[in-house]
């Protein structure tokens, strides 16, 4: 069974950093590209950042751009989100998700979903 | 960036019912999108791919189609375990972008 499991959510205060990991099994992880996905309370969905199979190409969306670095380890089947400089506006469910289909270049539909780690960002 | 507009943000059906929702882009995506069922607490599921693509293991009551600007999602005959809200995908170039999403409420 293809699973993703995300740790390393909780509660950090502003300006502070935290390490989100996404464990895959049930697939040849190091085949796809990887995602992350997050959802404020009660919001929609915006695309975080991507990887590409052997970790050389990343994207990110504007907003943490420069705050989040996204890297995987392929010998322990696990990807990686590493946040500092955290805001309020960070405050969300992440998800990550395997890319639909096993290619060089990313369909970027997003198959399957973690089931989410909470990241609170307060004082 | 490409926006996605979904419409409408809610709509009441009853179970049987034939719903449609819409999703614009703002520009052209060709065929790059995808659509999302999301029900509270839990994580989102591909549904459609490549605009009119059925993911494997999704009812058939579930189609989309349209390509460029225009997008559909078309449940057939609501069933129970429907009530969610839908999101649409670009999966054109990042950032990859969401439609604001459409709740699916029981009449």
């Known amino acids: 069974e293809v699973q993703l499991v995300e740790s390393g959510g909780g509660l950090v205060q502003p300006g502070g950093s935290l390490r989100l990991s996404c464990a895959a099994s049930g697939f040849t992880f190091s085949s796809y590209w990887m995602h992350w996905v997050r959802q404020a309370p009660g919001k929609g969905l915006v695309w975080v950042s991507r990887i590409n199979s052997d970790g050389s190409s990343t994207s990110y969306a504007d907003s943490v751009k420069g705050r989040f670095t996204i890297s995987r380890d392929n010998a322990k089947n696990t990807l990686y989100l590493q946040m500092n400089s955290l805001r309020a506006e960070d405050t969300a469910v992440y998800y990550c998700?395997?890319?639909?289909?096993?290619?060089?270049?990313?369909?970027?539909?997003?198959?399957?979903w973690g089931q989410g780690t909470l990241v609170t960002v307060s004082s | 960036d490409i926006q996605m507009t979904q419409s409408p943000s809610s709509v009441s059906a009853s179970v049987g019912d034939r719903v449609t929702i819409t999703c614009r882009a703002s520009q052209g995506i060709s065929s790059w999108l995808a659509w999302y069922q999301q029900k509270p607490g839990k994580a989102p599921k591909l549904l459609i791919y490549?605009?009119?693509s059925l993911q494997s293991g999704v009812p058939s009551r579930f189609s989309g189609s349209g390509s460029g600007t225009d997008f559909t999602l078309t449940i057939s005959s609501l069933q129970p375990e429907d009530f969610a809200t839908y999101y649409c995908q670009q999966a054109n170039s990042p950032p990859l972008t969401f439609g604001g999403g459409t709740k699916v409420e029981i009449k």
């Open positions: 998700a395997r890319d639909l289909l096993r290619l060089a270049t990313p369909s970027n539909w997003f198959d399957p």
């Open positions: 490549a605009a009119s």
